[in-house]
């Protein structure tokens, strides 16, 4: 994936952070603090280089309690990530509420690690990791939710230092933070601003003195110039290469009976701004599938009507690209610019009700030819007689955006991956396309947080110069990290 940054965005981000006093990042650091492009933004919580992965077991026992919930992280390497245990040994960690400093107490059904995200908050050139709990209670109120970041370092993430925000104004059943991201939406800050989702809207938070303080609130349900659109996705990239990033935040519009919309936020010198808004869906992702230097949007809407309101066979993805004037429609109706299902000529499958194709989805270059590839997740996916099985597909990306030629489709039963495709897994139900040994292709996760009866296990396939290949992939579960594996549904959330 290219890294791409202005000469004049790199200098203001040096001044700031002389300015604040901050130790330099490491020369080794993979990623920049501030990243304003999607592949600016990596998940090096240790500044070695390598990705290293993040991923949420929101269902999972910590501290003797079904349900709290905790996160793993695997540090990458020169061979790669690994688990604690097994044939394929690495550095990990597991972090919950009852680790001690971590902020909280561990309580059944907080769903600590339901959605997860990365970035550079505190602009110290180590990646922070954002852990949302939207089952958290706030005293009488239930299901308010809260977020947590723990800050990276030399030695990756550490529970010290750890800070937990909630809304201003929590509300009962409200999910803060069913869905957050991370990004350099302003320069009115040296590290980047979290943006936290609930059902309502998105709150803001930026960094400051081992704190982060809220310093403002979008109503989506309050239709802020266009749709009054129910969050349920949020992503970000510089759709203009204006060197801000922007924020989408995506989900169910309010006003046409369920159909996905998004509204676009463009990140500027003061802050975001509402731009339009565009279709959208439950699952988003950002990346440049055409190397022209802009970030395009992907929206993934599973199972849903379009926006006529006729019944789609197995789900949808959809694809924006972005320019100048950020990411727009092909005309002033916002359309979108491609449209891909399972029916699609060169795709393989055939799209059926309930396959959730779009479910998930991942951007990122696997093949390391300069343009993003996308992973689809489709759990709801039959295989044979094998009901909800699961499986993912790879399109590539090209000069003209996402292409069929050399798209591929993978499950529990093709030659090569660990396992058998069984009722129920899920397989796909997250992707992630991560670089963890940085030789400049992407490998794939796909989590199947159905798998034993919703234990939950990831897959890894590895990447090549020909793109995924399923030979040499390997799978493993909570167990192996050494956290509590039963009922965790682990990979219910991975970083993108």
Do not use: C
């Amino acid at each position: 994936m290219t890294h791409r940054r202005s000469a004049a965005v790199a200098a203001a981000s040096f001044l700031l952070l002389s300015g604040a006093g901050i130790a330099a990042a490491p020369t080794a650091l993979a990623g920049t603090p501030g990243g304003t492009y999607a592949g600016d933004r990596n998940s090096d919580f240790d500044g070695d280089g390598y990705d290293d992965v993040l991923t949420g077991a929101p269902g999972g026992t910590d501290g003797g309690h079904r349900g709290a919930g905790y996160v793993t992280v695997q540090y990458g390497a020169a061979s790669g990530m690994g688990t604690a245990t097994g044939a394929h040994r690495g550095r990990t960690a597991v972090f919950g509420q009852a680790t001690p400093g971590v902020p909280g107490t561990a309580e059944p059904g907080d769903g600590f690690g339901t959605a997860v995200a990365t970035g550079d908050l505190d602009a110290d050139g180590y990646d922070d990791a954002v852990v949302a709990a939207p089952g958290e209670d706030s005293g009488s109120l239930a299901d308010a939710g809260r977020v947590t970041v723990l800050y990276g370092s030399e030695d990756g993430l550490r529970a010290t230092r750890s800070v937990t925000v909630r809304a201003a104004a929590p509300k009962a059943h409200a999910g803060f933070g069913l869905a957050v991201t991370a990004a350099r939406f302003t320069g009115a800050t040296p590290g980047d601003v979290l943006a936290v989702a609930d059902r309502g809207g998105v709150d803001l938070f930026t960094y400051g003195t081992d704190s982060l303080e809220g310093t403002g609130r979008t109503d989506t349900t309050g239709a802020p110039g266009g749709d009054a659109i129910q969050p349920a996705s949020l992503t970000s990239g510089d759709y203009d290469a204006d060197g801000y990033a922007d924020l989408i935040v995506s989900g169910q519009s309010l006003e046409e009976d369920g159909t996905g919309r998004s509204a676009v936020y463009r990140g500027g010198a003061d802050g975001l701004g509402y731009a339009r808004d565009l279709g959208g869906g439950a699952a988003t992702a950002s990346g440049d599938v055409d190397n022209d230097g802009y970030d395009d949007f992907v929206f993934g809407r599973p199972d849903r009507p379009d926006d006529h309101h006729e019944p789609l066979t197995g789900g949808v993805v959809g694809v924006y690209f972005g320019g100048e004037e950020g990411v727009q429609g092909v005309d002033e109706h916002g359309t979108v610019a491609q449209v891909w299902t399972q029916d699609v000529n060169g795709v393989p499958g055939t799209g059926e009700l309930g396959d959730g194709f779009g479910a998930d989805l991942s951007l990122a270059d696997v093949d390391g030819d300069g343009y993003d590839d996308l992973a689809v997740g489709a759990p709801g996916e039959d295989i044979g007689t094998v009901s909800d099985a699961g499986a993912v597909w790879l399109l590539r990306g090209s000069a003209a955006g996402l292409t069929a030629a050399g798209a591929k489709s993978f499950d529990q039963n093709s030659a090569g991956v660990p396992g058998t495709a069984e009722r129920a897994d899920r397989w796909g139900g997250q992707v992630r396309l991560a670089d963890t040994d940085d030789d400049g292709r992407r490998e794939l996760l796909a989590a199947a947080p159905g798998e034993n009866t919703a234990d939950g296990v990831v897959w890894v396939l590895p990447a090549s110069r020909t793109g995924t290949v399923a030979t040499g992939s390997w799978s493993y579960g909570g167990g192996s990290l050494r956290a509590p594996g039963g009922d965790a549904r682990f990979g219910a959330a991975i970083d993108e």
